[in-house]
């Protein structure tokens, strides 16, 4: 087979099918979203689940000691409570194809999107995306965001939240009336993340490690100085290092003034 044959573009960048397909995967199967609560009735003896993975370090002796394998989620804050649950098959996937991301020289992140027939409650196909922004040269382009961009180019929606079988930009062949789509994702997402897939319509968001575990120390993907900052008015974010500026021009409502008046919104 040609090198041309075996290459696709996705977004303008290149991609071998045969490391990862950034397709859609075809399925027919009831959808079970994680429902049982996770009950701890003595938190100072309860032992989370752990898989038992530890990958053989080629770090000197010394260095492996200080990043031994960890067995449980990180929660240093009330942030968890009330809405742990029990993972599924999709979580599990998940941080499956995390796992293959770092073994194939990407991020230790990935995400799956199900879409689910709304009447049967049934999963029909779902994506599968790797953070690539080392592999694309994209800081934009981690699992989540990659993953919706993947769902809405083949469905030719921008709704994911409710896609309807009579929309005419729709691709893909569903049988319902509607369906839906859910994220699962193998870390909790970022602010860049959250809000792509609350722009996308999903209101259904899984996660399994935690903003902390992906801070803790050998790892040190930290979300907490950006959560910071949006948590501030500009003004006070130039302590941090940012400076954002309002600018006054004359011409700065012109797109908003033509958009409204031109009866693109609905009213």
């Not at 609560?37 to 770090?59: A, C, H």
């Not at 194809?97 to 770092?102: D, P």
């Not at 953070?131 to 809405?152: F, K, L, M, Y």
């Amino acid at each position: 087979m040609t090198e041309t044959a075996t290459k696709k573009k996705f977004f303008g960048v290149e991609y071998d099918p045969q490391v990862h397909e950034l397709t859609a995967f075809t399925v027919d199967e009831p959808y079970e979203a994680p429902k049982d609560p996770l009950v701890i009735k003595d938190p100072f003896s309860y032992l989370q689940p752990w898989s038992g993975y530890v990958n053989e370090s080629p770090l000197p002796p010394a260095d492996a000691a200080r990043v031994p394998a960890q067995t449980s989620n990180l929660k240093t804050s009330m942030r968890y409570q009330g809405v742990e649950v029990i993972g599924n098959k999709w979580m599990k996937l998940a941080c499956s194809e995390a796992l293959k991301s770092v073994q194939t020289g990407g991020g230790p992140f990935a995400t799956i999107i199900v879409q689910i027939e709304n009447d049967s409650n049934r999963a029909i196909r779902y994506w599968s995306a790797w953070n690539r922004v080392s592999e694309w040269v994209d800081p934009t382009a981690h699992g989540e965001v990659t993953a919706i961009r993947q769902a809405c180019q083949e469905l030719g929606v921008i709704n994911l939240g409710e896609i309807r079988k009579d929309d005419p930009n729709l691709k893909l062949p569903q049988k319902g009336e509607t369906t839906r789509c859910e994220l699962y994702t193998s870390a909790e997402p970022c602010p860049m993340c959250y809000a792509a897939t609350r722009w996308s319509r999903i209101n259904k968001i899984y996660f399994a490690a935690t903003i902390y575990d992906a801070a803790n120390q050998g790892v040190a993907f930290s979300d907490e100085p950006i959560y910071a900052e949006l948590a501030n008015h500009y003004i006070d974010r130039q302590k941090m290092g940012v400076w954002c500026y309002q600018c006054t021009t004359d011409n700065s409502l012109d797109a908003f003034n033509h958009y409204k008046r031109s009866g693109m919104v609905k009213y």
